[in-house]
């Protein structure tokens, strides 16, 4: 059974660091894309970061660019989002998605599995 597990999440002041972590199980992430999404209160699930599984590669979103990274840690069949530099608008729920080929990698609707989410908020 393929399982996403968030966790890390939680309060952090603007311009201070936080690292979210998405277990996997009943796959191996060197297999898949992954992606990190959010979605803030009223507002659309947007793509926040991918990480291709076929060669690595990684992509993100103009609004983190340069202050968010996706590391990964194989040996942990885990995959991180690295927020540096955060935002009072970076607050919002965090869900990291898989899926083997994703048409779109921040498109939300190309991911098959999600995991159930992890709070952020970004204190001023």
């Known amino acids: 059974e393929v399982q996403l597990v968030e966790s890390g999440g939680g309060l952090v002041q603007a311009g201070g660091s936080l690292r979210l972590s998405c277990a996997a199980s009943g796959f191996t992430v060197d297999d898949y894309a992954i992606g990190w999404f959010r979605q803030a209160p009223g507002k659309e699930r947007e793509g926040v970061s991918c990480i291709t599984g076929s060669d690595g590669s990684t992509y993100y979103a103009d609004s983190v660019k340069g202050r968010f990274t996706i590391p990964s840690d194989n040996a942990k069949n885990t995959l991180y989002l690295q927020m540096n530099s955060p935002k009072p608008e970076d607050k919002a729920v965090y869900y990291c998605?898989?899926?083997?080929?994703?048409?779109?990698?921040?498109?939300?609707?190309?991911?098959?599995?999600w995991g159930q989410g992890t709070q952020v908020t970004v204190s001023s």
């Open positions: 998605a898989a899926d083997r080929v994703p048409r779109h990698l921040l498109n939300s609707w190309s991911y098959i599995y």
